[in-house]
């Protein structure tokens, strides 16, 4: 199993709701990301966890909460969104030993929209 | 600056032709990545390198540690290449965070 799952596809919230992303990966990888993409720009990274904490935060607004109950699961809690947040939220894990991180591999993407 | 530049930025060509993708990078790396993002989707692993040459398919992708450049090549174009191509590095002293490119977004035309 070389995937990296992402649930949902698509989301449509307000900005007083409040909703998670979700993602998983089965391949024992022990670093795993959030980017978010914006149309025709790179990913800009969002968080890194490295064995389940949180190793990396990319002066990211609070309305942006990342959990990661275990080793195979990811979360992205949304609370309080603006319409700019509205973008591909793309998530990816790689393995991690010492500097050498490996292949990255990405999940389909969860393309979000704040109205 | 940023550290990873791609060329070029946008690029058609026709059906059978042979395409070269360019990335230079500016800072120690320990291995380059090529990213192909189809519109709307998800991004999938090319390659990873640290040296030399790899070849998939109709793929190739070669890098050169001195000059800090690599290229990403298809032969054999098909419409079905369609996509966005983003070069990606792991630095030295920073293993998991990763530097991308702006892409470079091909379009084959049958």
């Known amino acids: 199993d070389t995937e990296v799952t992402q649930t949902p596809k698509h989301l449509v919230m307000g900005m007083t709701n409040k909703k998670s992303l979700k993602c998983e990966q089965h391949m024992g990888h022990r670093a795993m990301y959030w980017y978010k993409q914006k149309a025709k720009k790179p990913p800009e990274l969002m968080f890194v966890?490295?064995?389940?904490?949180?190793?990396i935060n990319e002066s990211v607004p609070s309305r942006f909460s990342p959990e990661c109950p275990n080793s195979s699961l990811l979360n992205l809690h949304l609370h309080a969104l603006q319409p700019e947040d509205s973008a591909l939220y793309l998530c990816?894990?790689?393995?991690?030993?010492?500097?050498?991180?490996?292949?990255?591999?990405f999940g389909e993407g969860s393309r979000l929209t704040v109205l | 600056k940023n550290e990873v530049e791609q060329s070029p930025q946008n690029l058609t060509a026709q059906e059978g032709e042979f395409i070269t993708i360019n990335c230079s990078y500016s800072?120690?790396?320990?291995?380059l990545h090529w990213l192909q993002q189809h519109p709307g989707g998800g991004i999938v692993s090319l390659f990873m390198?640290?040296?030399g040459k790899k070849k998939h398919g109709r793929l190739i992708a070669t890098i050169n540690i001195q000059e800090k450049h690599s290229s990403l090549h298809i032969t054999a174009s098909h419409p079905r290449d369609s996509a966005v191509y983003i070069c990606a590095v792991t630095t030295l002293n920073t293993g998991n965070q990763f530097y991308f490119g702006t892409g470079t977004s091909l379009t084959v035309i049958p």
């Open positions: 966890y490295s064995y389940e904490k949180l190793s």
């Open positions: 800072v120690g790396i320990s291995a």
């Open positions: 990816a894990s790689s393995q991690e030993v010492s500097s050498w991180t490996g292949e990255l591999f």
């Open positions: 390198l640290s040296s």
